[in-house]
């Protein structure tokens, strides 16, 4: 007998909810024209991914209206089930104050020493998930 993975493709609202269980992913970005990775918090808001940043590199690219990425994942290596969950979009730093005193007030703490004042906002335009469940245990 073999077990095999059975693999979900997620839609739209799949993703979003599983993002929401979450706090640490991944933002994509290009940095000094190469491409750049860095961990950090988020929240998802309105179906925006919501990152705080203390300004740097990942501060500039979203000052320019640019296109990145941003991943987050919840994998079980030894029972080989979990989710990994893509967004694509463009990447806006929030200078409303409204809207800066909604995503402040229900923040997580930062992980790291020092301030974080800025807060980006990726819009969600293309958004990717796949979920990998329980094996089916299949005769060979």
């Given at each position: 007998m073999a077990n095999r993975q059975q693999l979900e493709?997620?839609?739209?609202?799949?993703?979003?909810?599983?993002?929401?269980?979450?706090?640490?992913?991944?933002?994509?970005?290009?940095?000094?024209?190469?491409?750049?990775?860095?961990?950090?918090?988020?929240?998802?808001?309105r179906d925006h991914v919501v990152i705080r940043v203390a300004g740097g590199a990942k501060l500039a690219a979203a000052t320019g209206n640019t296109v990145v990425a941003f991943q987050a994942d919840e994998l079980d290596p030894d029972l080989r089930i979990g989710w990994s969950v893509t967004v694509v979009g463009h990447a806006n730093l929030i200078t409303d104050v409204a809207e800066l005193v909604d995503v402040s007030g229900t923040w997580l703490e930062p992980w790291v020493d020092g301030r974080r004042d800025h807060f980006i906002r990726i819009e969600v335009e293309k958004v990717t998930g796949r979920r990998l469940r329980e094996p089916v245990t299949t005769t060979a």
């Open positions: 493709v997620l839609d739209r609202e799949q993703c979003l909810g599983l993002l929401r269980t979450v706090r640490v992913g991944r933002l994509v970005f290009v940095e000094d024209a190469l491409p750049a990775v860095q961990p950090v918090n988020f929240r998802v808001k």
